[in-house]
């Protein structure tokens, strides 16, 4: 099993080089922007690193940004989750509406994200229009891998379960949900990286987190701000996604010791 | 249907009781169980065994109620399983099957402490019970802490039967318990479930689908033709000798004597001293015996220890016959072993026979003729 997934000494290697890379840029570049004016125009043609680095308030709209970024994430796939485990719980109990619920949370995954939010505002405020949006992209995958989950519990295990005497909800609980977790937490972290992108969109209706640097940058023709508002994005996703992995790999110890046999 | 019962249990107690229970599967046209009558004495092993479609695990699963029967009573240490919730009634019942279904998310000492742990036995109880039970089963301690992922199959199993052991239930259901592992594997635990039951004197009831494991597991056999019928129920070798009808004998196959020969100790053979002499007798004596049977090898015992083989047409007046024995060895066999360990001592002994010895003892001797007629007998 070693050879499908990489030792525990790659992965930290891999970690370790990119956190340095990260230094030793961020070293390079402030070198490079010594001694400029935050109006001077010399740096860089595509990325004005006087901007991002002497321009006094960026510091501080930066970190506005990562915090609305943040919540703009958090909170759809926190009411996705809470929201998907019911829909499961209801297709898993009544097999047949499975097909109906994933063909509803299949045509609002298919709904054009930008039209969904111009319509959701309409009635509600910017941020619940985002909200709400952004939930409802969350819910296909994350009610597909709940019930993928917990299907993929053996039937073995469950027929053990049956024939020792749990009662369902305890099968549920204590043998079900635990093994469904790596699968759901897969499904939270693909929805997780998701909406990090999508966030971006809700700029147009004057949210977006980083999204909002680039429509800026977008509207004044000033590509820093695009540049940095899209690097910053997808640095957000790549940490999310090391952390919910990490997260998983805590919760789910018999499945690294396996891999680690 | 050609019930027979060949022995009355040792103490008549029955443990487990089905009468007339039949189960017809929602949608179906044929029962899957027809009325099946069937008493499993407690302290035995009974094995349910049958062709695919016979309803034998279906007929087990019926015990625990993981499947409701259709009709009729089914009585567990007397008293009718439908009087108790199935949860309560399956925390009395150790369960083993096939594919062992231990909780790959649990440790081991986690997945044995299962049942203790729903009966909500206290913390120090349960984890000397777990390590009771590991030591029972023949499993280092060492594992308790590993997941069932880090285990081999047959240390899986080990667990499943340990865990299946840990409320200490009065009866144990196996489904098809050896199934999934290499026949070497299942050799192996196969004895070690005997060795247990010697042990722990549980009535256990075993679904197999190998004729050759019911014959060597089985204090009694039961087997069901399709549609749950009862084709014959009784003790192995009684089905051995004497097949109720054509199906059974069908279904045994056609080395039924071979497989008989597993089954019967040497002790059980009547007792015969054989072609021997005392070491103190006289090289004409043993002549004399040595024409008697034709086959020229006598033996010689001295007080009650077999000292070796002489040969009819070889000895000399002059010497002693304690000191004209020749070097064929003999091939000694304890009285626990099988007509067919003796059969293979026969066979590659020059004097035809095979010594019994009893921790040094002479026992007497076993010939060809002996097993033949032991198993027309």
């Known amino acids: 099993m070693s050879e499908q997934s990489p030792s525990r000494a790659t992965r930290w290697a891999a970690c370790g080089a990119g956190v340095l890379a990260v230094v030793i840029f961020v070293i390079w570049a402030r070198q490079a922007v010594r001694g400029l004016s935050p109006d001077t125009a010399a740096t860089n043609p595509i990325i004005r690193w006087e901007w991002v680095f002497k321009r006094s308030s960026t510091p501080h709209e930066l970190r506005d940004l990562t915090i609305e970024h943040l919540k703009l994430t958090a909170l759809p796939v926190a009411a996705g989750l809470v929201l998907s485990s ?5 297709a898993l109990r009544f097999r047949w509406t499975f097909a109906p619920l994933t063909a509803v949370a299949g045509f609002l995954y298919t709904v054009p994200s930008l039209a969904l939010f111009a319509v959701l505002t309409v009635y509600l405020s910017p941020f619940q229009a985002a909200v709400v949006a952004l939930t409802s992209y969350t819910l296909l995958i994350l009610v597909r891998n709940i019930v993928a989950g917990i299907d993929g519990v053996p039937e073995s295990v469950l027929s053990a379960a049956d024939g020792m005497g749990m009662s369902r909800q305890r099968r549920l609980v204590t043998v079900e949900l635990p093994l469904a977790l790596p699968v759901v937490m897969a499904g939270i972290r693909v929805a997780t990286v998701t909406t990090i992108g999508l966030v971006a969109i809700t700029g147009a209706i004057q949210l977006g987190g980083f999204g909002f640097l680039i429509f800026d940058g977008y509207n004044t023709q000033f590509f820093t701000k695009i540049a940095v508002g899209a690097i910053l994005s997808v640095l957000l996703a790549v940490a999310l996604d090391l952390l919910i992995r990490s997260v998983e790999r805590v919760l789910t110890p018999w499945a690294r010791r396996r891999v680690a046999r | 249907m050609g019930q027979q019962r060949d022995e009355q249990s040792s103490d008549g107690a029955v443990a487990i009781q089905l009468r007339a229970v039949t189960k017809t599967f929602p949608g179906a046209s044929t029962a899957a169980v027809s009325p099946l009558d069937l008493d499993v004495p407690r302290g035995e092993i009974v094995v349910l065994i049958g062709p695919s479609g016979c309803g034998k695990t279906t007929t087990l699963r019926m015990i625990n109620r993981l499947i409701e029967p259709t009709g009729g009573t089914i009585t567990v240490e007397g008293v009718d399983v439908r009087q108790q919730s199935p949860t309560e009634l399956r925390r009395g019942i150790g369960y083993v099957i096939q594919q062992i279904g231990l909780f790959p998310h649990r440790t081991i000492a986690q997945n044995i402490a299962t049942v203790p742990k729903l009966l909500g036995w206290d913390k120090a ?7 009771e039970l ?26 499943g039967v340990g865990r299946a052991l840990a409320a200490d239930p009065p009866v144990l259901l196996m489904d098809e318990p050896f199934g999934a592992v290499d026949p070497i594997v299942r050799g192996r635990l196969q004895g070690e479930l005997l060795a247990l039951q010697q042990r722990v004197r549980k009535t256990i009831v075993l679904v ?3 004729i050759d494991e019911a014959i060597r597991v089985g204090d009694r056999v039961a087997l069901l033709n399709v549609g749950g019928v009862l084709e014959q129920f009784g003790p192995p070798d009684a089905l051995l000798a004497r097949p109720a009808n054509a199906f059974v004998e069908q279904f045994l196959g056609s080395e039924r004597s071979l497989k008989r020969l597993a089954l019967s100790q040497v002790r059980s053979l009547p007792h015969e001293r054989g072609p021997v002499v005392d070491a103190s007798a006289t090289v004409d004596e043993a002549r004399k015996v040595a024409d008697e049977v034709g086959g020229g090898w006598v033996g010689v015992v001295d007080a009650e220890r077999f000292l070796g083989w002489v040969h009819g047409e070889r000895l000399e007046d002059s010497r002693p016959l304690a000191d004209q024995l020749l070097e064929t060895p003999a091939v000694q066999l304890a009285p626990d072993a099988t007509l067919r360990e003796a059969l293979e001592a026969i066979l590659t002994s020059r004097s035809a026979v095979a010594v019994i010895a009893d921790e040094g003892r002479f026992g007497g001797v076993v010939s060809l003729e002996q097993i033949r007629r032991g198993l027309i007998a």
């Open chain 2, 125 to 131: 109880k349960v984890s000397a019970r777990v390590d």
């Open chain 2, 134 to 159: 590991v030591d029972l089963v023949g499993l280092d301690r060492d594992m308790l802490g590993r997941y069932p992922g880090e285990l081999s199959g047959g240390q899986q199993q080990r667990v």
């Open chain 1, 86 to 90: 019911a829909l499961a719980a209801i």
């Open chain 2, 208 to 210: 197999t689908h190998d």
